[in-house]
């Protein structure tokens, strides 16, 4: 079964506006890890962001933060003030701490355009 | 740089042959998970070490092993490779977190093997 969904398959957003890539998933398991990653077309993985799932607060790094909505199981990144070299695919991802088992969604891939 | 390395960058080899494949986790990382990334499969999580023990297990294929050593880098060895075997390989390391999880994985560039 498909645990991790991410349905925009591609973004565009303008340079310096705020973007919102969406993640929803699907766990029995009380307690998971929720993460993002970035990957630019060189090909390496960049960790983005992490989120509990007991965390109280939503998780946010710098220009990036995850909107955590527990109950509706969805885990959505947002980027503020896009900058051109947000370009890349993304990957939302959670793991189950009950098997550490690591699934990644199918990707969304982000254009800014200047 | 993320302190994670992988060799080699690129590996080109025939149906039914071995390959080994190498990471080097960041130090102090005592984690280490192996990643395939294939245009068809997307990522899969593959196989988890921790400390030198197996600790989780993906879509980890018969065909192929991992091992995690005392110095604690490990190797992903694939054989009776096949066409769809071509994929970008990623090694990820981390710190176990409170909950017994990592709250972050640092991944390697990729070793990108060819199957021809």
């Known amino acids: 079964a498909q645990k991790i969904t991410q349905t925009q398959p591609g973004m565009f957003v303008q340079e310096k506006e705020a973007v919102t890539l969406d993640c929803t998933y699907d766990?029995?398991?009380?307690?998971?890890?929720l993460f993002w990653y970035k990957q630019p077309s060189s090909g390496e993985m960049i960790f983005l962001i992490y989120?509990?799932?007991?965390?109280?607060q939503n998780a946010t790094e710098g220009r990036y933060s995850l909107n955590f909505q527990k109950a509706r199981k969805s885990a959505n990144l947002v980027i503020s003030a896009s900058q051109l070299g947000d370009s890349a695919m993304y990957f939302c991802?959670?793991?189950?701490?009950?098997?550490?088992?690591?699934?990644f969604g199918a990707g969304t891939r982000l254009t800014v355009k200047p | 740089d993320s302190g994670v390395t992988q060799t080699p960058k690129h590996l080109i080899t025939a149906t039914g042959q071995r390959v080994t494949l190498r990471c080097s986790p960041r130090s102090g990382d005592l984690s280490v998970y192996w990643y395939q990334q294939s245009l068809d499969q997307g990522l899969q999580f593959l196989i988890q070490y921790y400390n030198g023990e197996e600790r989780a297990k993906g879509n980890i294929l018969e065909r192929f092993s991992a091992q995690q050593f005392p110095d604690l880098h490990s190797e992903l060895n694939l054989s009776s490779l096949e066409l769809g075997d071509s994929a970008l390989y990623f090694c990820?390391?981390?710190?176990?977190?409170?909950?017994?999880?990592?709250?972050?994985?640092?991944f390697g560039p990729g070793t990108r093997l060819l199957v021809l």
């Open positions: 989120q509990g799932s007991y965390d109280q």
């Open positions: 766990t029995s398991d009380p307690s998971y890890g």
């Open positions: 990820a390391s981390s710190a176990l977190g409170v909950a017994g999880g990592a709250k972050t994985q640092y």
């Open positions: 991802a959670m793991r189950e701490d009950f098997n550490n088992d690591m699934r």
